[in-house]
Each structure stands twice: as structure tokens, then as C-alpha cells.
């Protein structure tokens, strides 16, 4: 199974040097599932040679635009330009099945003249009440973090655990520096894909590499960094962690974790 990054950067990343922070899992077979679905995906699928054609499944960690926005292009590509039937599966937290719709793409997608439109008119959804879910034979658990307050609510993103070959992953999803709300799921892990913000204005709904970088070594070690803004980059490296993530750069978690450059 591989994980590629189709860009590593923060929800403001312009250029072509970099784009949103998604990803796609592949297995052995060929099976996509995209991680996030943000506003550039249809740019940054096609500098990897894929398109909307090619995704299988999507997973959708909470309703920011660079998370969800790239959705009413996928599923317009999906329904409209393809000769396969078969809608994609949308796994997706149930707590935010009614806003995804409602609040993010109704305005968009209610557009099917012989029907009334929703959005399994698109997608199967598979809506998550239990925290879990299994997609090519392997378990996700989703780690649900507070990320920000939205209208006086607590707008959460649900992170991913999983195991993949020899390999126990934890994709943490926008989230801000909450070590001790997390410390098992950082020790459970063998690799940690972790949320981190390098602006120089820190906000409260990302981890700042300045928090990041005081935790404990042996964390830091496991530790590949992204969603950070454009510009330069402090040397992660050098303060212990594995680095900062590349877009287009691949995991493959058959190999061994020393090979993954």
C-alpha cells in the first residue's frame, strides 16, 4: 500500500511549486482513495498524470475548503464525464453529512433536471457512526480533534490510524498542538504524518513547528511534517523529525521507512 502526497502545503498555497495538503492511498490493486478533496485536487491530480476517473473513494476529514472544496468538480467529472456507472464511495464522519451538502455543495450539485438532487445522487456515502471504517481489507479508525470554533460550535476534523505491511500510521488531520490529548496515539504509531503551520502569525487550529519542535525525540523521529506555508522552511532534519513532505512524494509502507525519500 502507498500513500502519496498530490501537495503538502497549507490551505493558502499558490504556485505551482506546491498545492493542498491531499492525498491518495493506493493498494496493490490499483484501488485509489483520495484523502481531502480541496479546491486545487484538479490540479494537482493531473501533474500526477490522474484524474477524477481514477479515485475510487474519498475521505473527507472536516469541511474546509481545501479539505472539500475541489468535491462539486469531482463529483460533476464523476457523474457527467464518465462512461463507468459506479458512483465513488464517500467516507465520511455522520456528525457532518448534513453540512457537507447543505453548507458546502447543495448550491453547486442541486443541478440534475429530471431529479431532486442529494448527495447520494453522487456518492454511496458511507456515513461513520462508530469511528471506524475498512477499505481494502484494512481498518481506518478516525481520531476525532477539536480544530476551531465555527458559530460559537466546535468544528472537529477526524484524523486517520491504520496499519499498512509492518507499518502503523497516523495522518492527524488539521489539528492544533494537543500532545497530551494524543500522547498514545503518538506512541502507537510507527509513522506520524503530522499537521504543522510555519507562518510567522501563529492561529490556534494548527500545530506550529515551534510547538512540534519540543516534543519528545523519539516522537520527532517518526514525525513527517506538512500542511505548512509557502517559503522557506526551517531544517527539520537537524531538530529530529523525518522532514518536511514533498509534493508528489510517496510512502511506500511495503518498504522499509528508511527508503522513504
Known amino acids: 500500500m502507498k500513500l502519496t502526497f498530490t501537495g503538502s502545503g497549507s490551505a493558502f498555497t499558490v504556485g505551482g511549486n506546491n498545492y493542498q495538503s491531499n492525498m491518495i492511498l493506493e493498494d496493490d490493486f490499483s484501488i485509489r482513495m483520495l484523502i481531502g478533496c480541496g479546491t486545487d485536487i484538479r490540479l494537482a491530480l493531473y501533474d500526477l498524470g490522474l484524474s477524477a476517473l481514477d479515485i475510487d473513494d474519498v475521505y473527507v476529514s472536516h469541511l474546509h ?4 472544496g ?7 467529472v464523476r457523474k457527467f464525464n464518465s462512461n463507468n456507472p459506479s ?3 464517500l467516507h465520511i464522519s455522520g456528525d457532518l453529512v448534513d453540512d457537507l451538502w447543505n453548507k458546502v455543495l447543495s448550491g453547486g450539485l442541486n443541478t440534475l433536471k429530471d431529479c431532486h438532487a442529494e448527495l447520494t445522487s453522487y456518492f454511496e456515502v458511507d456515513k461513520l ?3 471506524k471504517f475498512s477499505w481494502q481489507g484494512v481498518q ?3 481520531i ?3 480544530h476551531a470554533i465555527s458559530n460559537y460550535t466546535v468544528l472537529p476534523s477526524y484524523g486517520l490510524f491504520f496499519c499498512a505491511g509492518q507499518q502503523s500510521i497516523y495522518i492527524t488531520g ?4 494537543c500532545y497530551k490529548k494524543i500522547e498514545e496515539i503518538y506512541q502507537k504509531a510507527s509513522i506520524i504524518f503530522h499537521d504543522c503551520e510555519t507562518c510567522e502569525r501563529k492561529s490556534i487550529v494548527h500545530a506550529s513547528y515551534d510547538d512540534l519542535v519540543t516534543l519528545d525525540p523519539l516522537i520527532k523521529a517518526k514525525m513527517w511534517l506538512y500542511n505548512y506555508s509557502p517559503g522557506p522552511l526551517p531544517d527539520a532534519k537537524k531538530e529530529g523529525f523525518q522532514g518536511f513532505v514533498k509534493k508528489g512524494q510517496t510512502f ?3 518498504k522499509p521507512k528508511t527508503l522513504y525519500v
Open 140 to 142: 481506518f479508525d478516525l
Open 70 to 76: 475541489g468535491l462539486e468538480w469531482f463529483a460533476l
Open 144 to 146: 476525532p480533534m477539536f
Open 252 to 254: 511506500d509502507f511495503s
Open 87 to 89: 458512483k465513488p464511495c
Open 174 to 177: 488539521d489539528i492544533p498542538f
Open 129 to 131: 457512526s462508530h469511528g
Open 65 to 68: 475548503c481545501d479539505h472539500v
